[in-house]
Structures are given as structure tokens and as C-alpha cells.
């Protein structure tokens, strides 16, 4: 299976400052053929199921802020949150898509400092 | 609008059978993967089983293989999940997720989940 490490586990930051999300996997998530990398970020506020931010690792979901973007290729990937707003407030998770099982990364909480 | 909805939790002891389902409108079912996802406070998000479109392919978690039986119904735009021998390691909310990517984008839509605890 493969392993998804996210880091760090909580961080806060102060509002309209940025955050930022690493997740690694323990395997590339690149695949060759669409160039592109199966590497999901979703958001969960208390209370509710994981909302998709990003897919394939930086396009942004219909509807999803700017201010949310993602990067990275292969076994490291980062999600940035720019001008942080107080709606921010939640737990982001890094999922791979690459294979079955689909695996997650252990989630970052993200808080107002 | 979009609805995805689960039902058939509960509480069951050990050795137990649970039957969820999930009944979804608002989006061409029969196009997308369906899979059941479990979160628990301590374990996270775990993926527990799969189906893809037309339910010929369907994949199971390791630790759920022998025990679970994911099926879909694409006249009635459901899916369910069959459950046998539960454990106690089986407890957590259980969310039913369409999945579904083309060579443009992708959509994902989840249910609220169903609580399914084993307990003695």
C-alpha cells in the first residue's frame, strides 16, 4: 500500500498569513501516460465529510477559492493556503489516487494563532 | 443539486451483520466510481471498498476481504455495502463517495456518513 505522510500534524497561523501542508507518499504518484499526479487535498470543517479542494494535485476545484493552491510532483506535494481567513479553520487531508488501496495521509489541523 | 445519502447504521455486537446504503441523485451515477470511506478519531480516513462504474471491478480494503460485499444498482442510482462477521475494529462513520475523473476534470461527492459501532 501506499503510504501518505502529512506534516505537521497542527499549525497556526495568523489571519491573512499563509499556510502550508506537506504531504509525502512512499511511492511516485506521476503517472506517465497523462503526465499527471493522483494526488488529492481535501478540507474537513467539524461536523462535515471532506470537501475536494484540489485534484491531480494542483487543479483547483469549480468553486474553491484562489487563495488554495497545490504543488509539487511525485513523492512530495505541498498545499498553500494564502491570506488566511477564519472559515479556514479545519483539518486538510492528502489522499493518493494512484491505486486501490486509496490511502490518506493522517490530516493537518489548521487554527487561528 | 447533488444528494448522497446513507443509511442502514448502527449498533451491533461482535460476529454481527450490517447492511448500509447509499441513494444518490443530482449526478450521472453510472459514470462514476463508487467507493465506502471510514473515519474514526483515532485511525483517520480510511478507504474500505470500491466499484467501478458498471460494477464489474470491484476492490476491497485487506482488512475488510472475506467479511464485505459492495454492490450498485444503476437503474436506482444506489449502493450498498454488505457487512458480515463485524469486528470491533469496524466502528467508525462510514461515507459513501462518488468519484469520477475525465480527461478534463474530476468530481467527487460525499454523503453525510453512517455511524456503524460494534460493540459488546
Known amino acids: 500500500d501506499i503510504v501518505m505522510t502529512q506534516s505537521p500534524d497542527s499549525l497556526a497561523v495568523s489571519l491573512g498569513e499563509r499556510a502550508s501542508i506537506n504531504c509525502k507518499s512512499s511511492q511516485s504518484l506521476l503517472f506517465s501516460p497523462t503526465n499527471r ?50 472559515e479556514d479553520v479545519a483539518i486538510y487531508y492528502c489522499q493518493q489516487s494512484y491505486v486501490t488501496p486509496l490511502t490518506f495521509g493522517g490530516g493537518t489541523r489548521v487554527d487561528i494563532k | 443539486e447533488v444528494q448522497v445519502v446513507e443509511s442502514g447504521g448502527g449498533l451491533v455486537h461482535p460476529g454481527g451483520s450490517l447492511r448500509l446504503s447509499c441513494s444518490t441523485s443530482g449526478f450521472t451515477f453510472s459514470k462514476f466510481w463508487m467507493h465506502w470511506i471510514r473515519q474514526t478519531p483515532g485511525k483517520g480516513l480510511m478507504w474500505i471498498s470500491g466499484i467501478d462504474d458498471d460494477g464489474e471491478s470491484r476492490k476491497y480494503a485487506d482488512s475488510v476481504k472475506g467479511r464485505f460485499t459492495i454492490s450498485r444498482d444503476n437503474v436506482d442510482s444506489t449502493v450498498s455495502l454488505e457487512m458480515i462477521n463485524l469486528r470491533v475494529d469496524d466502528t467508525g462513520l462510514f461515507y459513501c463517495v462518488a468519484m469520477f475523473c475525465d480527461e478534463t476534470a474530476c468530481a467527487h461527492h460525499w454523503g453525510q456518513g453512517t455511524l456503524v459501532a460494534v460493540s459488546s
Open chain 1, 37 to 86: 499526479n493522483y494526488l488529492t487535498w481535501y478540507q474537513q470543517r467539524p461536523g462535515q465529510p471532506p470537501k475536494l479542494l484540489i485534484y491531480w494535485a494542483s487543479t483547483r476545484e469549480f468553486g474553491v477559492s484562489d487563495r488554495f493552491s497545490g504543488s509539487g510532483s511525485g513523492t512530495e506535494f505541498t498545499l498553500t493556503i494564502n491570506n488566511l481567513q477564519a
